[in-house]
């Protein structure tokens, strides 16, 4: 699982089982220490068709925000980003995510093409 945050204030949740399963892109606002995440679109990839599947996205979020310091799986310390309550909860419970900051610029959603092979 991947929780993208674009500079625009779109983002996209990225979900994977071994192979990319679905992504959903949204839009968010950051006001002191809250965000609203409102979702716009959820693509799949329906394997038979191998058509990309659209539909409304279900992520909703407008709570408060912390980061924190935390450990990953192999006890190394890493920067968390927590919110109050899981912000896809049709999806999953977890609140919690791994923050890494790195260049966007040159970001791209995800294709699934790549995961046909």
Request: proline content about 5%; glycine content about 6%; charged content about 25%.
């Amino acid at each position: 699982m991947a929780l993208v945050f674009l500079p625009d204030g779109h983002g996209v949740l990225e979900i994977y089982n071994w192979t990319l399963c679905w992504y959903e892109t949204f839009n968010y606002i950051v006001q002191d220490n809250s965000i609203s995440i409102i979702g716009d679109r959820r693509y799949d990839d329906n394997v038979q068709t191998k058509q990309l599947e659209e539909a409304p996205s279900q992520i909703r979020y407008d709570g408060k925000i912390f980061i924190a310091k935390g450990m990953d799986a192999s006890g190394k310390q890493i920067a968390i980003l927590e919110f109050e309550q899981p912000p896809a909860p049709a999806y999953f419970h977890e609140k919690r995510f791994g923050r890494v900051i790195f260049d966007v610029s040159q970001y791209q959603n995800p294709s699934f093409d790549e995961w046909r092979k």
